[in-house]
């Protein structure tokens, strides 16, 4: 960043673009806040997220993106003795996850990898749920990701992917940038074609986001794939 763009940044706040590139891989000295802002946008969703992944005592659970992991002690609580595991490419956000769960890492319960995902450092057939929040819109080759999805995940194991459906977010500023959106049919789409069934989604409509000064009220979808 030359010395103009940070002076603009520091008075005007992020461009969409900047914006984009922040919520793709949160990075520098914006993380920590980006971060926050997303806790509180995206609540909602991980409350979908809690009911779509159907938890029983002792699985074994994996979050792809999982930010500054402000919501795994939620997660832990969704049913007993779960084997809660991270995976994010953004240094920072393993970082400041880290630093958030402090008791969940020290008692066993929660891992953090810094890694991507479509070159998941885990064996074969380890996970009983795998599921990510936003982050779907960054996968430029969706078939790369969904092929470590599946080969992570048990036979039997479900993949659960959150995220904002297109006609909500085209009218975020930064989504022009990069993102790659989906409506349900697109996404559902996405799944059969690289080996997941059965499909299923629900909608969720969410209280107000606000954004550059106006207030959005998206909807987003929960979608939940299986695999034989
Ligand atoms: C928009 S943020 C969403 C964070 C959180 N899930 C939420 O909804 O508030 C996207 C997160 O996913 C991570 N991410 C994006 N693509 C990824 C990939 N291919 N592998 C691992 N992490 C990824 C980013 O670093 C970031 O932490």
């Not at 994996?62 to 595991?85: C, M, R, S, V, W």
Request: aromatic content about 10%; some cysteine.
């Amino acid at each position: 960043m030359n010395p103009l763009q940070f002076l603009r940044l520091l008075f005007k706040g992020p461009t969409p673009q900047q914006m984009a590139a922040q919520l793709r891989r949160p990075h520098g000295f914006m993380a920590r806040k980006v971060a926050q802002r997303m806790n509180n946008s995206n609540r909602p969703l991980y409350d979908g997220a809690w009911k779509a992944l159907d938890l029983r005592d002792g699985m074994r659970v994996l979050e792809i993106g999982f930010g500054n992991g402000l919501f795994f002690p939620e997660l832990a609580q969704q049913a007993k003795d779960l084997t809660l595991h991270g995976l994010d490419f953004s240094a920072e956000m393993v970082q400041q996850a880290t630093a958030n769960n402090d008791a969940l890492i020290t008692n066993g319960a929660l891992s953090l990898t810094h890694g991507a995902s479509d070159r998941m450092p885990f064996a074969d057939a380890t996970f009983d749920r795998v599921f990510c929040i936003n982050v779907v819109y960054f996968w430029d080759d969706p078939a790369a990701h969904l092929r470590e999805v599946r080969r992570v995940l048990r036979p039997g194991g479900t993949f659960t992917a959150v995220l904002r459906r297109k006609t909500s977010m085209e009218n975020l500023p930064f989504a022009a940038h990069g993102f790659t959106m989906y409506e349900q049919a697109d996404w559902e789409a996405v799944l059969r074609n690289n080996g997941f069934t059965p499909v299923s989604t629900t909608v969720i409509t969410e209280p107000g986001v606000e954004y550059g000064g106006k207030t959005y009220t998206p909807e987003s979808l929960v979608v939940v794939a299986g695999f034989a």
